[in-house]
């Protein structure tokens, strides 16, 4: 079954990616590849579906809390109108290195503020300026950091601002109480704390794919 879900990947992207899109896309991965970052970044699929969600809310102002290479970046930078700027944060300086030289070469240099450090840091700093919120969020980092960027960005919403976050469903795991992963812990206790914020309303999509069987949450300020 598995390798249906690649090949229906492997058919969105023929289908529905320009032929520079690819290309684009596809030197972003081999600069990762080479430069030894983890093969962890989202699909080309997920990429464009996130690029949509951007797009679907209007938003101006996206945060990203973990960017790797910065491929889901750029899908997401890309939605944005002139005037937009997304924020993204990376803990690892190497990792952030080869982000930004992905962003100069593809001309987002404007566009795309890179942050190097703990996320908690960054999101804490953004809150006491009083930063005026963000539209969109994506949280793609370490998975038992999620409460806390959740509890952070929070206070970085307004109404309509949509919160996705990777890695929920992690192969089913999500739905094991017994587990001794402490990744899985953190997306169960990131659920319960989304459960608990009267100001969202979220829902879960289980994804399939050439990134094997996982899921996101989506969640909206009312
Ligand atoms: C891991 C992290 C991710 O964000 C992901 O999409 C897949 C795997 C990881 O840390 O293993
Ligand atoms: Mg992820």
Known sequence: ???????????????????????????????????????????????????LLVRMSSASRVLEIGTLGGYSTVFMARALPDHGTLHTIELEPE???????????LGLQE?????????????QSMVDSNDSGFDFIFIDADK???????????????????????????????????????NVRGVQEFCTALSQCPELETSGIQTVGNKGY????????V
């Open 111 to 123: 566009r795309i503020i890179l942050h190097i450090g703990d996320a908690r840091h960054h999101l």
């Open 144 to 182: 038992v950091s999620y409460p806390d960027y959740l509890k952070l960005v929070r206070n970085l919403t307004k109404p309509g601002t949509v919160i996705v976050a990777d890695n929920i469903v992690r192969g089913g795991e999500l739905v094991n109480p017994a587990t001794n992963d402490e």
């Open 95 to 105: 990792h952030a290195r080869i982000a930004q030289a992905n962003f100069d070469r």
């Open 214 to 221: 996982d899921g996101w949450t989506i969640s909206v300020v």
């Open 1 to 51: 079954m598995e390798s249906k879900w690649t090949e229906v990947d492997a058919f969105f992207e023929h289908q529905f990616f320009t032929d520079s899109e690819n290309c684009d896309m596809h030197d972003i991965l081999e600069s990762s590849r080479s430069g030894g970052l983890p093969d962890i970044q989202i699909s080309a699929s997920q990429g464009k579906m996130l690029q």
